[in-house]
């Protein structure tokens, strides 16, 4: 069986290493520093989940979302943001705009790893209804 994909995204080369060597035994993982290389790379790619930090430098994890939102090759991708803010001013932001879930920084592996499995796991299941609705459609 073929690995999932991961896209992680984040300006800190110290979180991109730690959640790399983290998720390479499960998964295929592409690894970039900034928005517009997580915006090319998200249409290049097509990963099964983005880890996506939200402050970055050059654009905000927001701002990318709303850019894979834009596009119909990125638009179901599920992102899950890692970040280092604890209000929830930000998170709603992050919800309202489409992220599937949070990770905080510092974070726990075992979480990591959980969250990303789920998320496959439910884009999967939507993949297969989706295509389940269209057989029986006749499309």
């Known amino acids: 069986m073929e690995k999932k994909v991961i896209l992680i995204v984040d300006d800190d080369t110290s979180n991109l290493m730690e959640l790399t060597h ?16 997580a915006i090319k790379n998200a249409g290049e790619y097509i990963p099964d989940v ?11 994890g927001f701002e990318v979302l709303s850019e894979l939102k834009k596009s119909d090759k990125t638009e179901n991708i599920p992102v899950i943001f890692i970040t280092g803010m604890k209000d929830s001013v930000n998170e709603n932001e992050g919800y309202t705009l489409g992220a599937v879930d949070y990770i905080r920084k510092p974070f726990d592996s075992g979480i990591v790893k959980f969250k990303v499995n789920q998320h496959i796991e439910i884009a999967q299941l939507k993949k297969d209804l ?8 006749g499309k």
């Open 22 to 37: 983290l998720l390479r035994p499960d998964y295929k993982v592409y690894a970039v520093k900034d928005g517009q290389a």
């Open 50 to 60: 983005i880890l996506l930090d939200v402050v970055m430098p050059d654009i905000s």
């Open 130 to 137: 989706k295509n389940a609705l269209e057989a029986l459609e």
